[in-house]
């Protein structure tokens, strides 16, 4: 079952972007380097609550 997450940019702790993951799959908090419009350049993002 997929389940819904939202990521955060590490600079400024902005959530921009939702999306599911398959929690069988990858149990730990996911990262992905994604685009922030509030830095207005490439960050790391981290899956929050």
């Known amino acids: 079952m997929r389940t819904k997450i939202t990521?955060?940019?590490t600079e400024?702790?902005?959530r921009n972007?939702?999306?599911t993951?398959?929690?069988k799959n990858h149990p730990e908090r996911m990262e992905?380097?994604?685009y922030?419009?509030?830095c207005r350049t490439h960050t790391l993002h981290k899956e929050t609550k």
């Open 7 to 9: 990521l955060a940019c």
């Open 21 to 23: 993951k398959e929690k």
């Open 32 to 34: 992905i380097k994604k």
């Open 17 to 19: 972007y939702n999306t």
């Open 36 to 38: 922030c419009r509030f």
């Open 12 to 14: 400024c702790k902005q």
